[in-house]
């Protein structure tokens, strides 16, 4: 009992840091050391502009101040991402998670059983089409998941746990339900592994390793040129010719707002065509608007750890109830929670 107990606390702790690591090594996270510092340098030109201007910004806006780094909305952030590496590092996701490889492997045989008379065409263009495939693609299902997180009841009080951070720093791009990272991840994966066999069935031997390796360029430009200061207090806005193509940090800023005019705006990761396609999309300006991030009143709801992982959960499943059975279920778990905490 003690050596499995000693083992699942190491593989635990190990979960953590291997997702620490991960998020500062790995060239398709959005922490990625490189894409910290080029936002940082962006971040601190920004600040120094702001600061000559005189203009008086509240706490949570301002780059330097303990709020944006040390409140308590900050600190949910480090924990959340040291809990999910740990869940991570004892196996979640693992039995549910498909295998990229296997999947490209299985759509590139089941192509060429359909198409028996296709030989795959070796091409040096491969690559570079398989990059923008790939990065076409992991957009647009990006956008497609974000789009069901604030349509689908259940799928939405999961993605509450990301909109209830009240500052927005480097790591909220890291405040997941780790249920919600599981859809997300699920998606991405399978709709990725998808395109590789594609292209293994068309292209063949033209589809190195180094080749899947470097598919994302298109994906690691965006990255490093917007997407690290778009969790953070700093605004800065492409212009409204821009933003119609490419998403600004200072747009996703306008998708945590507060203010009903933002509610479901600017739900892409990258590109801005599907916002524009599908009547999401919120053009900004160089001047900066003062927002509020969070819930609204919702937010105090979930202001500590155990809320954050376990009020989700229960208002997912409340969600996918009867409406008459739905609200004879909340009140019983209203009602238990008021006797647990008298009894507290």
Do not use: C
């Not at 795959?120 to 693609?137: G, K, R």
């Not at 994906?219 to 933003?243: C, D, K, M, Q």
């Not at 940090?249 to 065509?273: F, M, V, W």
Request: hydrophobic share 50%.
């Amino acid at each position: 009992m003690m050596d499995w107990l000693k083992s699942l606390l190491q593989d635990a702790a190990f979960g953590s840091f291997a997702e620490l690591v991960k998020l500062a090594i790995s060239p398709y996270s959005r922490t990625w050391l490189p894409v910290l510092a080029v936002s940082l340098l962006a971040a601190l030109w920004i600040w120094r502009r702001e600061r000559a201007s005189g203009r008086q910004l509240p706490a949570h806006l301002r780059l330097g101040s303990f709020e944006t780094w040390l409140g308590r909305s900050a600190i949910n952030d480090y924990w959340l991402i040291l809990i999910n590496g740990a869940l991570f590092g004892l196996g979640f996701m693992k039995v549910v998670l498909p295998e990229g490889e296997r999947i490209s492997a299985w759509v590139a045989e089941t192509l060429r059983g359909a198409f028996p008379g296709f030989a795959a065409t070796p091409s040096v263009w491969a690559p570079i089409l398989l990059a923008a495939a790939l990065f076409v693609v992991d957009d647009f299902v990006r956008y497609t998941v974000h789009w069901l997180e604030h349509r689908v009841p259940a799928l939405w009080e999961l993605h509450k746990v990301h909109h209830s951070a009240e500052v927005l720093n480097f790591m909220t791009a890291e405040r997941h339900h780790p249920l919600s990272m599981l859809v997300f991840r699920v998606a991405i994966v399978s709709s990725v592994a998808t395109v590789n066999g594609v292209f293994l069935w068309a292209f063949g031997d033209s589809i190195t390793p180094a080749g899947l390796l470097g598919a994302n360029v298109f994906w690691l430009a965006t990255t490093i040129l917007a997407s690290g200061l778009r969790h953070s207090p700093v605004w800065l806005s492409f212009g409204p010719r821009i933003e119609r193509w490419l998403l600004s940090p200072a747009q996703h800023q306008i998708h945590h707002s507060t203010d009903e005019r933002h509610y479901g705006k600017n739900l892409g990761g990258s590109l801005a065509i599907w916002d524009r396609m599908f009547g999401t999309l919120f053009v900004t300006t160089p001047e900066r608007i003062e927002l509020n991030f969070g819930l609204g009143e919702e937010t105090r709801e979930l202001r500590s750890i155990g809320a954050l992982y376990l009020r989700p959960m229960r208002q997912a499943v409340l969600s996918l109830l009867p409406r008459g059975l739905r609200a004879t279920a909340s009140r019983s778990a209203d009602s238990a929670a008021r006797d647990a905490a008298r009894h507290a």
